[in-house]
């Protein structure tokens, strides 16, 4: 069974950084697809950053330039490093996997995914 498990959320000032991994056990599979999302209260879950297939990465305009995906192969870990973060990136962060690509244009889908994180609270105070 595929198990994602979210860490390193917190409660920061306007300006500050975080880093958030997703730890990735229970498959066997050498290929697989991850993302990281987001929800606000009353918001529709959005995408924020995803490897595509050919290994290259995806972010919301919303945090390109303050955002970055990584991978962390040797440990199935999935890291986004947060800078410059502002109060609108309050959420619920989630990682997401899936054994399928989602296909040009379609990482940002939470559909597209199988298997799911339980979330880290992510809080930007002004």
């Known amino acids: 069974e595929v198990q994602l498990v979210e860490s390193g959320g917190g409660s920061v000032q306007s300006g500050g950084s975080l880093r958030l991994s997703c730890a990735a056990s229970g498959y066997t599979y050498p290929n697989y697809y991850m993302a990281w999302f987001r929800q606000a209260p009353g918001k529709e879950r959005e995408g924020v950053a995803a490897?595509?297939?050919?290994?290259?990465?995806s972010y919301a305009d919303s945090v390109k330039g303050r955002f970055t995906i990584s991978k962390d192969s040797a440990k199935n870990t999935l890291l986004l490093q947060m800078t410059s973060l502002k109060p609108e990136d309050t959420a619920m962060y989630y990682c997401a996997a899936d054994f399928f690509d989602p296909g040009a244009g379609a990482w940002a889908y939470a559909d597209e995914y199988t298997y799911w994180g339980q979330g880290t609270q992510v809080t930007v105070s002004s």
């Open positions: 490897f595509d297939s050919d290994g290259s990465t």
